[in-house]
C-alpha cells in the first residue's frame, strides 16, 4: 500500500521490483527527486534524501539497479549510487558512488568491489 502511494500520489520513481525495508525513510519532501531503479534493496532505518532546506536545494537522488543500502546508511541529495553498489551499514554517502562499488564510513570512502 505505501507504494502506491508513494509512486502514485507522491511521484516518486521507484521500480516495481525495488524492496524498501518498512522502516526506511525515503524523502518526502520533495518526493519527484526520488528515482530507484529495479532490484535495489533499501534496509532497515536507511535514508535517502532529496532536500537541504539550510542549503534550500532540491536535488534528484537515484539509486541505480542492483544497489544495496545497509541498515541506517544516509544517501544526500543529488547523489547517484551507480550499478550493483553497495553502502554498508551507517555509511553516510555525500558523492556519487562508481558502479560496482562499496562505501562505507562516515563521509562515505569508495573503493572498488573488484579490488579485494
Do not use: F
Not at 502511494?5 to 518526502?28: F, T
Not at 529495479?38 to 537522488?61: F, Q, S
Not at 541529495?77 to 562499496?102: C, F, K, L, M, Y
Amino acid at each position: 500500500m505505501i507504494r502506491l502511494i508513494q509512486v502514485k500520489v507522491w511521484g516518486m520513481d521507484i521500480h516495481p521490483s525495488a524492496r524498501i525495508a518498512p522502516s526506511a525513510l525515503i524523502d518526502r519532501t520533495w518526493p519527484r527527486g526520488i528515482h530507484i531503479a529495479e532490484g535495489c534493496v533499501i534496509d532497515e532505518e536507511a535514508v535517502v534524501l532529496t532536500h537541504d532546506m539550510t542549503r534550500g536545494i532540491y536535488l534528484d537522488t537515484r539509486l541505480e539497479a542492483g544497489c544495496l543500502l545497509g541498515a541506517r546508511a544516509i544517501i544526500m541529495p543529488g547523489v547517484t549510487v551507480g550499478q550493483d553498489s553497495i553502502i554498508a551499514p551507517g555509511a553516510v554517502v555525500i558523492r556519487d558512488v562508481p558502479p560496482r562499488s562499496i562505501a562505507t564510513g562516515n563521509p562515505a570512502s569508495v573503493r572498488d568491489r573488484n579490488t579485494d
